[in-house]
Nanobody, 123 residues
Framework: VQLQASGGGLVQAGGSLRLSCAAS????????MAWFRQAPGREREFVAA????????YYADSVKGRFTISRDNAKNTVYLQMNSLKPEDTAVYYCAADVGPGILSNARNARYWGQGTLVTVSS
């Protein structure tokens, strides 16, 4: 079972990036999925989550209105569209899968983790 995150890179403040998290080895179409991030010297923090059907989403206050999480269960892939990026968004972004179908907002409840993709926002 593997979650492969991609799409990170270097972008100027105000720019956009789209992260992808492709799952292999099993289907995650019945699992809640989420993105977390970890900046240097800081703890891993929640960014956004989506329920198994995509019908429910939840965002950290710091990204609300700028980031959008979505999923394509046919492709076993979750996305994070990041707009209006700020230098404080700089971090390694990880995708994660829950055991259950709901909203995953606590990292302790994640069953599977991707390897992370680095996002760097320059000022």
């Amino acid at each position: 079972v593997q979650l492969q995150a991609s799409g990170g890179g270097l972008v100027q403040a105000g720019g956009s990036l789209r992260l992808s998290c492709a799952a292999s080895g099993r289907t995650f179409s019945r699992n809640g999925m989420a993105w977390f991030r970890q900046a240097p010297g800081r703890e891993r923090e929640f960014v956004a989550a989506i329920s198994w059907s995509g019908g429910s989403t939840y965002y950290a206050d710091s990204v609300k209105g700028r980031f959008t999480i979505s999923r394509d269960n046919a492709k076993n892939t979750v996305y994070l569209q990041m707009n209006s990026l700020k230098p404080e968004d700089t971090a390694v972004y990880y995708c994660a899968a829950d055991v259950g179908p709901g909203i995953l907002s606590n990292a302790r409840n994640a069953r599977y983790w991707g390897q992370g993709t680095l996002v760097t926002v320059s000022s």
